[in-house]
């Protein structure tokens, strides 16, 4: 797993590099396949696990404007969310989505992948990861 940098991403950014953060749960397997990509690519990351350090109510709200909303952020397959009581699947406003998405970050579908131009990505496969992170191999 790519460890953090000690200078924070900022310093990256300033320096003209392009960060890439990973947010999704050690682990999980698809979360370990996506750093293993990564590295094996050369592409710098952090990674972040969203279990440990939940994502604040901007952020959830930003992540889920740019994946096309609540609904799209959400693995609504996973044994999580079949579990969930009903009444708590129907989320009726932003505020219970991100109080439901704080108290269960795992629904969040992942890794949710950022790069450092501020696109958001769900998931991963091999071609999807290739096409955008521009690698021919």
Not at 1 to 25: H, I, K, Q, V
Not at 34 to 62: I, M, N, Q
Not at 79 to 89: C, D, F, G, I, V
Request: aromatic share 12%.
């Amino acid at each position: 797993t790519p460890t953090p940098l000690p200078w924070g991403e900022g310093l990256w950014a300033n320096l003209g590099f392009r960060m890439t953060t990973l947010y999704g749960l050690k682990n999980c397997d698809t979360c370990k396949k996506a750093t293993k990509w990564l590295d094996r690519f050369g592409v710098a990351c952090t990674f972040v696990d969203y279990r440990d350090h939940k994502p604040s109510p901007e952020t959830l709200l930003e992540w889920a404007g740019k994946a096309g909303g609540f609904d799209a952020l959400v693995n609504k397959s996973s044994t999580t969310w079949r579990q969930l009581p009903e009444n708590k699947k129907a989320p009726g406003s932003e505020a219970e989505w991100k109080l439901l998405l704080r108290e269960y970050p795992q629904l969040i579908r992942r890794p949710v992948v950022i790069t450092g131009d501020g696109e958001l990505t769900q998931g991963f496969s091999d071609n999807g990861f290739k096409q955008r992170f521009g690698i021919d191999k």
